[in-house]
Protein backbone atom coordinates (compact mmCIF):
# COMPACT_ATOMS: atom_id res chain seq x y z
CA UNK A 1 0.00 0.00 0.00
CA UNK A 2 1.20 3.41 -1.03
CA UNK A 3 0.61 6.66 0.46
CA UNK A 4 -0.71 9.71 -1.07
CA UNK A 5 1.84 12.58 -0.11
CA UNK A 6 -0.07 14.86 -1.96
CA UNK A 7 0.64 18.64 -0.56
CA UNK A 8 -3.21 18.97 -0.53
CA UNK A 9 -4.17 16.03 1.66
CA UNK A 10 -1.67 17.13 4.20
CA UNK A 11 -3.67 20.21 4.58
CA UNK A 12 -7.03 18.26 5.00
CA UNK A 13 -5.35 15.56 7.42
CA UNK A 14 -6.03 12.38 4.83
CA UNK A 15 -2.13 11.89 4.97
CA UNK A 16 -2.00 12.02 8.83
CA UNK A 17 -4.95 9.09 8.43
CA UNK A 18 -3.16 6.94 5.72
CA UNK A 19 -0.35 6.71 8.37
CA UNK A 20 -2.38 6.02 11.25
CA UNK A 21 -4.16 3.08 9.40
CA UNK A 22 -0.83 1.72 8.37
CA UNK A 23 1.25 2.14 11.43
CA UNK A 24 -1.31 2.47 14.37
CA UNK A 25 -1.70 -1.29 15.39
CA UNK A 26 2.06 -2.00 14.60
CA UNK A 27 3.48 0.98 16.97
CA UNK A 28 0.87 0.11 19.78
CA UNK A 29 2.45 -3.69 19.44
CA UNK A 30 6.25 -2.17 19.44
CA UNK A 31 5.80 -0.01 22.59
CA UNK A 32 3.45 -2.66 24.34
CA UNK A 33 6.81 -4.92 23.81
CA UNK A 34 8.97 -2.20 25.83
CA UNK A 35 6.23 -0.66 28.00
CA UNK A 36 4.14 -4.21 29.00
CA UNK A 37 0.92 -2.23 28.65
CA UNK A 38 -1.61 -1.95 25.97
CA UNK A 39 -3.37 1.16 27.59
CA UNK A 40 -0.03 2.78 27.82
CA UNK A 41 1.20 1.57 24.64
CA UNK A 42 -2.12 2.92 22.98
CA UNK A 43 -1.20 6.38 24.36
CA UNK A 44 2.57 6.15 23.64
CA UNK A 45 1.59 5.76 19.87
CA UNK A 46 -1.17 8.26 19.69
CA UNK A 47 1.45 10.91 20.50
CA UNK A 48 3.39 9.74 18.04
CA UNK A 49 0.82 10.57 15.51
CA UNK A 50 0.09 13.96 16.96
CA UNK A 51 3.98 15.02 17.15
CA UNK A 52 4.28 13.69 13.57
CA UNK A 53 1.38 16.14 12.51
CA UNK A 54 2.90 18.77 14.34
CA UNK A 55 5.92 18.14 12.94
CA UNK A 56 4.83 17.98 9.17
CA UNK A 57 6.06 20.37 7.59
CA UNK A 58 9.66 19.83 9.36
CA UNK A 59 9.98 16.03 8.66
CA UNK A 60 11.14 14.35 5.03
CA UNK A 61 7.71 13.56 3.15
CA UNK A 62 8.94 10.03 2.29
CA UNK A 63 7.43 7.50 4.01
CA UNK A 64 10.46 5.71 4.66
CA UNK A 65 11.59 8.70 6.79
CA UNK A 66 7.90 9.15 8.53
CA UNK A 67 8.08 4.95 9.57
CA UNK A 68 10.98 6.07 10.99
CA UNK A 69 10.14 9.17 12.77
CA UNK A 70 7.06 7.39 13.85
CA UNK A 71 8.97 4.28 15.41
CA UNK A 72 11.99 6.17 16.45
CA UNK A 73 9.33 8.49 18.78
CA UNK A 74 7.35 5.77 20.02
CA UNK A 75 10.48 4.29 21.22
CA UNK A 76 11.92 6.91 22.78
CA UNK A 77 8.50 7.57 24.59
CA UNK A 78 8.44 3.80 25.73
CA UNK A 79 11.64 3.86 26.94
CA UNK A 80 10.70 7.38 28.99
CA UNK A 81 7.60 5.88 30.23
CA UNK A 82 9.21 2.75 31.38
CA UNK A 83 12.30 5.22 33.34
CA UNK A 84 9.76 7.40 34.75
CA UNK A 85 8.05 4.06 36.21
CA UNK A 86 10.71 2.70 37.87
CA UNK A 87 11.51 5.98 39.46
CA UNK A 88 8.04 6.39 40.89
CA UNK A 89 8.11 2.55 42.25
CA UNK A 90 12.06 2.76 43.36
CA UNK A 91 10.64 6.24 45.12
CA UNK A 92 7.20 4.19 46.49
CA UNK A 93 9.52 1.82 48.22
CA UNK A 94 11.87 4.30 49.56
CA UNK A 95 9.12 6.18 51.14
CA UNK A 96 7.58 3.18 52.23
CA UNK A 97 10.83 2.26 53.81
CA UNK A 98 11.30 5.25 55.17
CA UNK A 99 7.93 4.98 57.20
CA UNK A 100 8.54 1.69 58.43
CA UNK A 101 12.33 2.91 59.32
CA UNK A 102 11.02 5.93 61.40
CA UNK A 103 8.53 3.79 62.51
CA UNK A 104 10.53 1.57 64.38
CA UNK A 105 12.65 4.08 65.59
CA UNK A 106 10.22 5.83 67.04
CA UNK A 107 9.19 2.49 68.96
CA UNK A 108 12.85 1.81 69.70
CA UNK A 109 13.37 5.18 71.28
CA UNK A 110 10.04 4.54 73.79
CA UNK A 111 11.18 1.19 74.48
CA UNK A 112 14.33 2.82 75.45
CA UNK A 113 12.49 5.02 77.38
CA UNK A 114 9.85 2.66 78.87
CA UNK A 115 13.35 0.64 80.08
CA UNK A 116 15.25 3.37 81.51
CA UNK A 117 12.27 3.93 83.85
CA UNK A 118 12.12 0.52 84.45
CA UNK A 119 15.77 -0.07 85.71
CA UNK A 120 15.54 3.04 87.99
CA UNK A 121 12.87 1.50 89.70
CA UNK A 122 14.07 -2.12 89.96
CA UNK A 123 17.11 0.04 91.48
CA UNK A 124 15.02 1.20 94.26
CA UNK A 125 13.32 -2.03 95.38
CA UNK A 126 15.48 -3.89 97.99
CA UNK A 127 18.42 -5.81 97.40
CA UNK A 128 16.51 -9.13 96.98
CA UNK A 129 13.56 -7.94 95.11
CA UNK A 130 16.03 -6.42 92.83
CA UNK A 131 18.02 -9.11 92.23
CA UNK A 132 15.58 -11.79 92.16
CA UNK A 133 13.50 -9.09 89.69
CA UNK A 134 16.53 -8.93 87.19
CA UNK A 135 16.98 -12.81 86.77
CA UNK A 136 13.93 -13.78 86.71
CA UNK A 137 12.25 -10.72 83.97
CA UNK A 138 15.27 -9.48 82.62
CA UNK A 139 17.39 -12.60 82.87
CA UNK A 140 14.00 -14.88 81.42
CA UNK A 141 15.23 -17.08 84.14
CA UNK A 142 12.92 -19.59 85.73
CA UNK A 143 11.65 -19.99 88.96
CA UNK A 144 13.34 -22.98 89.90
CA UNK A 145 16.86 -22.43 88.27
CA UNK A 146 16.52 -18.79 90.20
CA UNK A 147 15.93 -20.45 93.35
CA UNK A 148 18.85 -23.06 92.71
CA UNK A 149 21.24 -20.65 91.50
CA UNK A 150 20.55 -18.36 95.25
CA UNK A 151 19.80 -21.17 97.15
CA UNK A 152 16.27 -20.57 98.21
CA UNK A 153 13.21 -22.27 97.76
CA UNK A 154 10.52 -21.56 95.06
CA UNK A 155 8.13 -20.39 96.93
CA UNK A 156 10.37 -17.32 98.05
CA UNK A 157 11.27 -16.25 94.47
CA UNK A 158 7.49 -16.45 93.85
CA UNK A 159 6.79 -14.27 96.78
CA UNK A 160 10.10 -11.53 96.26
CA UNK A 161 8.77 -11.53 92.69
CA UNK A 162 5.05 -10.80 93.97
CA UNK A 163 6.53 -7.92 96.00
CA UNK A 164 8.81 -6.15 93.23
CA UNK A 165 5.82 -6.53 91.66
CA UNK A 166 3.65 -4.52 94.04
CA UNK A 167 6.57 -2.05 94.97
CA UNK A 168 6.90 -0.92 90.79
CA UNK A 169 3.44 -0.71 90.78
CA UNK A 170 3.64 2.02 93.31
CA UNK A 171 6.56 3.51 92.15
CA UNK A 172 5.87 3.49 88.23
CA UNK A 173 3.42 5.59 86.19
CA UNK A 174 0.07 3.42 85.83
CA UNK A 175 0.66 3.70 82.08
CA UNK A 176 4.64 2.20 82.63
CA UNK A 177 3.04 -0.47 84.56
CA UNK A 178 0.96 -1.36 82.42
CA UNK A 179 3.31 -1.90 79.56
CA UNK A 180 5.61 -3.89 82.13
CA UNK A 181 2.61 -6.16 82.86
CA UNK A 182 2.11 -6.50 78.77
CA UNK A 183 6.00 -7.24 78.42
CA UNK A 184 5.17 -10.25 81.20
CA UNK A 185 7.24 -8.17 83.58
Known amino acids: ?3 NRDPSMLEEGLFLK ?6 YTRLVYFSAQ ?7 AEDIAQDA ?19 SYLYSTVKNASLNAVRHQK ?4 YAMH ?4 SVTEESLDETIIFSEVLAELHAALNTLPESCQRISRMGYLEEMKNGEIAEELG ?34
Open 1 to 3: MSI
Open 34 to 40: IVGSKEA
Open 152 to 185: ISINTVKTQKQRALQLLRLRLKPGLYSFLLLMNL
Open 95 to 98: VNHM
Open 87 to 90: VKAS
Open 49 to 67: FIKCWNQKDDLDQHELAIK
Open 18 to 23: QLFDRY
